[in-house]
């Protein structure tokens, strides 16, 4: 069988999509991504509570790293595929919290969007990924 999976016979390819190489790869790699992207959030932890702050995150010292680690975990949780409704879930949660407060471009000065809309349309790019692995985990 080659890299892309062919449908066998009485199975369609969309009751076995979670198994296919390509999509273990896609898995992989967005799961790996939200992971190693958050853990960056821990390198310069002072700055990154600043930043929620000044974005209107209540208790940033708190909820900063909280969100930052339950990206890692539901990343992790997506590249292993384990819990996969649990993580994927979680994951789509907090990319819409974190982009909806923190990228919020369209309230910026129009000088100031540019960042914020990069910022805003990586994380609907990784919510549309995200989205694609928590229908496949509701249907296994």
Known sequence: MGFFAVEREG?????????SRPSRLGRIALGL???LQASED????????EYAKSGGVPVPEILAPLGSA????????IA???LPRLSTA???????????????FWT???DDRSGDRLAF???LTMFGGVLVFLREAYRE
Do not use: Q
């Open 11 to 19: 199975e369609s390819m969309a009751s076995s999509d979670s198994g």
């Open 33 to 35: 991504g939200l992971a």
């Open 42 to 49: 821990f390198r310069d932890l002072d700055d990154h509570v």
């Open 70 to 77: 339950t990206m890692i975990a539901a990343g992790l949780g």
């Open 80 to 82: 292993l595929w384990r």
């Open 90 to 104: 979680a994951a789509a949660g907090a990319l819409s919290a974190i982009t909806l407060t923190m990228h919020d």
């Open 108 to 110: 910026k000065d129009p």
């Open 121 to 123: 349309f990586g994380n």
